[in-house]
């Protein structure tokens, strides 16, 4: 570790501390491109009542909308704790290039932000999962993906 990357991840850690005090969650992150800091965000989900407003997700948007394009290769991602699934994805695709963080799920977990249950219902078959997962017209939705596979002019993501 450099101080570059400790520089990073230091604001993102004072974004997650601004955020508890502003009545937020404990959670900041930051996107870095060329050494510049390109997006920061913390967690808003309940300011902006937006269950997906995590830090890493606002932090990603923020970024795409600054550099408009949706591919943020090149780029990486200080954030204060260990990415929970939604933003784990959500970094994979937006492909950025490497994560940094600080705090672990576990420690998440000691204060109430516990996200291991997603990781258990991803592996449980549809129907046992808490939330009912019910597959109904897949044939008539396979109609576009069928046109999605043949359009000449698509912008793959």
Known sequence: MNNYEEKFMRHAIELSKKSVENGGGPFGAVIVKDGEIIAEASNSVTHDNDPTAHAEVNAIRQASKKLNTFDLSGA????????????????YWARLDKIYFANTKDDAKSIGFDDSFIYEEIEKPYHQRKIPTIQILREEALEAFKMWQEKEDKIEY
């Not at 990486?76 to 970094?91: D, F, K, Q, R, V």
């Open 76 to 91: 990486e991602i200080y954030t204060s704790c260990e990415p929970c699934p939604m933003c784990l994805g959500a970094i």
